[in-house]
């Protein structure tokens, strides 16, 4: 058997009582609301009130976008000429949002518009030649690329031989080496750029799609045929921008929280019945697309083909938006049940052998696991054990794997460390992929575990748990709700707060739903709700009081209050 993480270390956050009793009468805010925000470093007024209002007029213009004005000269006598532009996206819910995002806007600009997206099994990551010839059979002359692209030299060299112009979009990191040689590469990670590198492939997308509206606008293009409306893609952004787990700081806070407000109007066809199929009724978060319709919409590009879950963005139809959104739910469904399969089957591996039980990042590999959700699985392992962990599909000789790391451990950096032994790699610090000879999978192996054993804290495993104050639950009144909202759109670098509060009676206790914990918490007279997802087997035993770690949000079931989300309880010392 598997052990679990050890019990969770609780860190708790020094406090900064001055600063936060200003920042609290400069603003107005609780004190408690106050300190959450000198926690995230707006212990400024100035900032802290621009951190609070996330509007559109605070959006940094695109003109700051590196390759902007180059790929301006491309696609503005495109669109001026009638030329056939092509997208190239990705088969996750960024390059698919991505895509989706840029085919709208260019046929609202009146373009003939073809799309391609890749197939994980056939065609791999990335703008690969075979995609470039399918767009030029399909009538293309320029192409933009979506979410991939800067790795790709040898799909833009096929293009440029087959006649298309290419404008790479993407926002991964740039390789070592000359640039991929497209006519325009958009990308702000390319290190004289001056916009936020946060941006998810949707982000670039949309900024791309605005610096040509605006040039288009002072062309005149826009005299006798209708602008397109970008706003109306704002719920694109947010979506494909919280899937990929980027930073939601700076202009990515401000596109997801306009881009919430859009999605909760339902106007989309394809993802309000998403929601539906999610069964997500209520005003959807960031929770729910992180963890209810992005899922959904990955599920095509994992297990299928992506171009299923393109169609749902685009329609317009309410009855073929159902459909499409119930086969992407069954799909979904599968990839649950393959997922579960292939975890159990790696624990059993683990269990079995020594080594790996006592490594320090777990590299596993199979020929019957499905590419599909080999990064899912992955990430479950990592909870589990702790453990960076990456799993590879062994297939005719090479090994195809994805995997997840955690804090202090660069998954990506550790690949390309290793460059010289892959034969593709790529990702971001907490989520990477690669392809190797299966031969060359032991030695992969032994070098990420000496890379982890040198990088990750020494004494075996930890399970540390930040915790941003100790609190008192009278500090978690209604008044509390407001700000809290207003910390909101909550993900990475701007996580939910994590809360301790010591001294708490339970007042009752019962199990819910499947396998969840519902108490009651009393102390010193304030009285809340508190729930623990899947941990009914948790329930203290005898009544002394308890110390509990939680993340405060807002439940709307019933009266809006301030429900607890537990993370950790234990007896009080």
């Known amino acids: 058997m598997v052990p679990p993480p050890p019990p969770p270390t609780w860190q708790i956050q020094e406090t900064t009582p001055r600063a936060a009793q200003a920042l609290s009468e400069a603003l107005g805010l609780p004190i408690l609301a106050a300190q959450l925000l000198c926690n995230r470093g707006y212990a400024e007024p100035g900032a802290a009130r621009s951190f609070l209002d996330p509007s559109l007029e605070r959006l940094p213009p695109p003109a700051g976008m590196l390759g902007l004005e180059q790929a301006l000269e491309v696609l503005l006598p495109a669109l001026e000429q009638g030329k056939t532009i092509g997208v190239a996206g990705d088969y996750d819910a960024d390059g698919v949002t991505a895509t989706a995002l840029l085919v709208e806007f260019l046929e609202g600009c009146g373009a003939p518009v073809v799309w391609d997206l890749p197939h994980r ?10 995609r470039a010839r399918r767009l030029a059979q399909a009538g293309a002359q320029v192409v933009i690329t979506a979410d991939c692209g800067i790795s790709d030299h040898e799909g833009v060299a096929q293009a440029h031989e087959l006649g298309l112009t290419v404008v790479v979009t993407d926002h991964h990191l740039v390789p070592p080496g000359p640039l991929v040689p497209a006519a325009a590469v958009v990308n702000p990670k390319q290190e004289a750029c001056g916009m936020t590198p946060h941006l998810a492939g949707v982000g670039v997308a949309f900024y791309l799609a605005a610096g040509l509206r605006a040039a288009l606008r002072q062309a005149g293009f826009f005299q006798n045929r209708p602008e397109p409306n970008l706003r109306d893609s704002l719920d694109l952004v947010a979506l494909g921008t919280c899937a990929d787990v980027v930073p939601l700081l700076e202009a990515n806070r401000i596109l997801v929280s306009q881009g919430l407000a859009v999605l909760n109007q ?25 963890f209810y319709l992005a899922p959904r919409i990955n599920a095509a590009g994992r297990l299928t083909h992506p171009g299923l879950a393109l169609e749902l963005l685009l329609s317009r139809d309410p009855e073929e938006a159902i459909r499409l959104a119930g086969d992407l739910n069954q799909l979904n469904g599968q990839r649950r049940e393959v997922g579960d399969i292939m975890f159990e089957q790696a624990l059993e591996v683990i269990a079995a052998d020594k080594d790996l039980g006592e490594a320090s990042f777990l590299v596993l590999g199979r020929e019957d696991w499905h590419r599909g959700v080999l990064g899912i699985v992955a990430g479950r392992l990592l909870e589990r054990t702790g453990r960076p962990t990456m799993l590879f599909s062994l297939e005719k000789g090479e090994a195809v794997g994805s995997g997840r790391s955690r804090e202090g451990f660069h998954l990506q950096r550790a690949l390309a460390a290793n460059a010289e032994l ?3 790699y790529g990702g971001h610090a907490l989520a990477a992929g690669a392809t190797l000879k299966s031969s060359d999978l032991p030695e992969l192996a032994r070098r990420l575990e000496k890379a982890a054993q040198e990088q990750l804290p020494p004494g075996g495993l930890d399970n540390p748990l930040a915790i941003e104050a100790e609190v008192s639950l009278a500090e978690l009144g209604p008044d509390m709700m407001a700000p809290l909202a207003k910390l909101a759109p909550y993900g990475n670098a701007n996580p939910e707060p994590v809360l301790a509060a010591k001294g708490v009676e339970m007042a009752a206790a019962r199990v819910v739903g499947d396998n969840h914990l519902k108490l009651e918490l009393m102390q010193n007279g304030a009285k809340l709700s508190a729930i623990a997802f899947n941990q009914a087997d948790k329930a203290p035993q005898g009544g002394g009081p308890l110390e509990v770690a939680f993340i405060p949000r807002i439940s709307h079931y019933g009266r809006p209050h301030i429900e607890l989300i537990l993370q950790d309880l234990r007896p009080a010392e």
């Not at 099994?121 to 075979?130: H, Q, S, V, W």
């Open 121 to 130: 099994l056939t065609d791999g990551y990335g703008f690969k030649p075979a």
């Open 266 to 290: 339902r106007r989309r066809p394809g993802l309000a019945a998403l929601a539906k199929v999610a069964g997500r009724s209520n005003t959807l978060d960031t929770m729910d697309l992180g």
């Open 422 to 424: 892959m034969i593709s």
